[in-house]
């Protein structure tokens, strides 16, 4: 049995706008509204993103993240501060250098150097 990957859904008290978000910040398009409590973002070349409402926000930091990669690390990390992340810690382990973010939402993502 094979396991694939269709969607990556956040918790959210007001998808819309994070939903939004996200979609401008991966290039995406919103592709799914469903009466204001769950949206499809469609990525190029990943897995959909979904936002779906809920009652009461995730308590504490979250346990799955993201992990981004730019081939201009800190061009990406500007602009998506200019977009309205918040920087939360930088790091750099034998020259491979990320850096922890946080959406407009609170969850926690990183990007990195481009690798491979």
């Not at 991966?26 to 592709?31: A, E, N, S």
């Not at 926000?57 to 990390?77: M, Q, W, Y």
């Amino acid at each position: 049995m094979t396991l694939n990957l269709e969607m990556i859904t956040f918790d959210s008290l007001d998808p819309g706008p994070l939903a939004r978000w996200w979609a401008e910040q991966l290039g995406g398009t919103l592709k799914e509204e469903n009466d204001g409590f769950f949206y499809i973002v469609d990525v190029p070349g990943s897995a959909n993103f979904a936002f779906q409402k809920v009652p009461d926000p995730t308590a504490g930091k979250n346990r799955i993240h993201l992990d981004l990669s730019s081939a201009d690390l800190d061009a990406e990390v500007t602009r998506l501060i200019e977009a309205g992340a918040t920087e939360h810690h930088r790091e750099n382990m034998d020259g491979f250098r990320w850096v922890t973010l946080v959406d407009p939402d609170g969850n926690q993502f990183c990007v990195s150097g481009a690798h491979g």
